[in-house]
């Protein structure tokens, strides 16, 4: 739609202009005025203005990126739960017609020490069917044996310094003396010395069956010198 507006002063000015350049050349008023309309008609500026449609600007709409992140899980640590030993039975650790030496268990209710079981280990070597050869070979492994845990099983000599000077026939044939030099020294545990008495003896028959054997530590009895009532003197 086009509006037409008419700026009516230079119409007003152009008459005046043209009744004022009559009057000289001599022209009536009417005249006058009637030449200016007619300039002012011509002169007249159209002044349009367009109905401007109104144009509704479609946004595109800003894609925003959101970031997910991912948490970081913490594991908790797994707990593991150390679990209460249960004294098992004693089960002898040998192989069939080898040599053994004896470890103690523990708290088992056994006979020896304080409630402790004697539990046998294989030295690997088959017995020769000579005592005095082969109490000398399973001795030695015994004394020389320096750990204090034999995996789950407790050696009270691990802290002993005993070595084997020989074994020989004593008053007969069926008569054998072990001869042993050093030092038997127990842990704090005062039952340690009834622990040692029966592994060293104990190790001794099982490996010469149906023979007397008597050892000697520091040319006295084994058993005197490692009793309960003497301190870690031998």
Same mark, same amino acid.
């Given at each position: 739609?086009?509006?037409?507006?008419?700026?009516?002063?230079?119409?007003?000015?152009?008459?005046?202009?043209?009744?004022?350049?009559?009057?000289?050349?001599?022209?009536?008023?009417?005249?006058?005025?009637?030449?200016?309309?007619?300039?002012?008609? *011509?002169?007249? $500026?159209? +002044?349009?203005?367009?109905?401007?449609?109104?144009? &509704?600007? /479609? !946004? %595109? =709409? #800003? @894609? *925003?990126?959101? $970031?997910? +992140?991912?948490?970081?899980?913490?594991?908790?640590? &797994?707990? /593991? !739960? %150390? =679990? #209460? @030993? *249960?004294?098992?039975?004693? +089960?002898?650790?040998?192989?069939?017609?080898?040599?053994?030496?004896?470890?103690?268990?523990?708290? *088992?209710?056994?006979?020896?020490?304080?409630?402790?079981?004697?539990?046998?280990?294989?030295?690997?070597?088959?017995?020769?069917?000579?005592?005095?050869?082969?109490?000398?070979?399973?001795?030695?492994?015994?004394?020389?044996?320096?750990?204090?845990?034999?995996?789950?099983?407790?050696?009270?000599?691990?802290?002993?310094?005993?070595?084997?000077?020989?074994?020989?026939?004593?008053?007969?044939?069926?008569?054998?003396?072990?001869?042993?030099?050093?030092?038997?020294?127990?842990?704090?545990?005062?039952?340690?010395?009834?622990?040692?008495?029966?592994?060293?003896?104990?190790?001794?028959?099982?490996?010469?069956?149906?023979?007397?054997?008597?050892?000697?530590?520091?040319?006295?009895?084994?058993?005197?010198?490692?009793?309960?009532?003497?301190?870690?003197?031998?």
């Amino acid at each position: 739609m086009r509006v037409f507006k008419f700026s009516m002063l230079p119409a007003l000015g152009l008459i005046w202009l043209a009744t004022a350049c009559n009057a000289n050349s001599g022209l009536s008023e009417v005249e006058s005025v009637s030449t200016a309309l007619s300039l002012a008609g *011509t002169m007249m $500026v159209e +002044t349009g203005t367009a109905a401007v449609p109104t144009h &509704t600007e /479609t !946004l %595109t =709409p #800003t @894609l *925003t990126n959101t $970031v997910t +992140t991912t948490p970081t899980i913490t594991l908790s640590p &797994t707990i /593991t !739960l %150390t =679990p #209460t @030993l *249960t004294p098992i039975p004693p +089960t002898p650790t040998t192989v069939p017609g080898t040599m053994v030496m004896y470890m103690v268990q523990l708290d *088992t209710g056994g006979p020896i020490g304080c409630g402790d079981s004697l539990i046998p280990i294989s030295v690997g070597v088959l017995p020769t069917g000579d005592p005095t050869q082969d109490l000398f070979v399973v001795m030695t492994r015994l004394f020389t044996t320096k750990v204090k845990w034999y995996g789950t099983l407790y050696n009270p000599l691990f802290a002993s310094n005993v070595d084997v000077v020989e074994v020989t026939r004593d008053a007969g044939p069926d008569d054998v003396l072990v001869s042993t030099v050093g030092r038997v020294v127990k842990g704090d545990d005062y039952c340690d010395w009834d622990r040692i008495r029966a592994q060293v003896n104990t190790t001794a028959r099982q490996n010469a069956p149906g023979i007397s054997i008597e050892i000697e530590l520091n040319g006295g009895s084994f058993n005197d010198r490692v009793s309960s009532d003497r301190v870690n003197d031998n």
